[in-house]
């Protein structure tokens, strides 16, 4: 049976569909973090310029397509009311418009677009900072300070808030791992910097929405 019929065929929650769909090979959560960040091509200060350069010949900005892009037979329909649909208002509500970012050469974490974002980049989270507590790719942590993260939207009542460590998990999945943070996640308390690992269609949140299984069922009083 293929991974598609495997979503259709049982009524998995989106831990175990994300189960289905996550490369075997990731080991993001499981490596020391100089040598993943070697592995992307960076270091604590941020990628260098001359290899954001290389990086934006190869990589495609970090655009997660929405629900209703992702559902063609729904356009002619519904696109004179997208502005209004309930899932793509959801959807836009949590994924952040700025992140903070080092890069090599700078002084300090700049301000950028999300969209602008690569593997390999540094960024940085903090609770109290409404602009800056929304996780907009797939990130592990690499540095947290009492930090907290709501994983709600994304597994739904399967996502605890949980603290997170920048320690590597070897015994645990890349998707239970408490050094991992995805995109869509929200930051409740602390604050915390990472290393990004994915984006735009590799993001976990992207894998849910293209199998439909996205938007999941929320506790709004959990949130």
Same mark, same amino acid.
């Given at each position: 049976?293929?991974?598609?019929?495997?979503?259709?065929?049982?009524?998995?929650?989106?831990?175990?569909?994300?189960?289905?769909?996550?490369?075997?090979?990731?080991?993001?959560?499981?490596? *020391?973090?100089?040598?993943?960040?070697?592995?992307?091509?960076?270091?604590?200060?941020?990628?260098?310029?001359?290899?954001?350069?290389?990086?934006?010949?190869?990589?495609?900005?970090?655009?997660?397509?929405?629900?209703?892009?992702?559902?063609?037979?729904?356009?002619?329909?519904?696109?004179?009311?997208?502005?209004?649909?309930?899932?793509?208002?959801?959807?836009?509500?949590?994924?952040?418009?700025?992140?903070?970012? *080092?890069?090599? +050469?700078?002084? +300090?974490?700049?301000?950028?677009?999300?969209?602008?974002?690569?593997?390999?980049?540094?960024?940085?989270?903090?609770?109290?900072?409404?602009?800056?507590?929304?996780?907009?790719?797939?990130?592990?942590?690499?540095?947290?300070?009492?930090?907290?993260?709501?994983?709600?939207?994304?597994?739904?009542?399967?996502?605890?808030?949980?603290?997170?460590?920048?320690?590597?998990?070897?015994?645990?999945?890349?998707?239970?791992?408490?050094?991992?943070?995805?995109?869509?996640?929200?930051?409740?308390? +602390?604050?915390?910097? +990472?290393?990004?690992?994915?984006?735009? *269609?590799?993001?976990?949140?992207? *894998?849910?929405?293209?199998?439909?299984?996205?938007?999941?069922?929320?506790?709004?009083?959990?949130?």
């Amino acid at each position: 049976m293929s991974e598609n019929q495997h979503l259709l065929h049982a009524n998995l929650s989106p831990k175990e569909s994300l189960e289905l769909l996550i490369d075997a090979n990731i080991t993001y959560h499981k490596m *020391k973090s100089h040598k993943l960040l070697a592995s992307l091509e960076s270091s604590m200060e941020g990628l260098s310029h001359e290899v954001v350069i290389q990086k934006r010949l190869m990589e495609v900005e970090n655009v997660i397509p929405g629900p209703v892009e992702n559902d063609p037979s729904w356009m002619c329909c519904i696109a004179p009311f997208i502005g209004s649909n309930s899932d793509m208002h959801r959807f836009n509500e949590i994924l952040p418009t700025l992140t903070k970012v *080092k890069r090599k +050469g700078r002084s +300090g974490f700049i301000n950028m677009e999300s969209n602008q974002i690569l593997p390999g980049d540094i960024v940085s989270f903090d609770a109290t900072q409404s602009n800056f507590n929304l996780i907009p790719a797939d990130i592990r942590i690499i540095d947290c300070s009492d930090c907290t993260i709501n994983n709600i939207e994304i597994f739904g009542n399967d996502g605890e808030s949980l603290y997170v460590t920048s320690d590597a998990s070897h015994n645990t999945s890349y998707i239970e791992s408490l050094c991992m943070v995805f995109a869509g996640s929200k930051i409740l308390s +602390g604050r915390c910097e +990472g290393v990004v690992v994915q984006t735009g *269609k590799d993001t976990l949140l992207s *894998k849910l929405i293209k199998n439909k299984k996205w938007p999941v069922p929320v506790n709004k009083t959990t949130i």
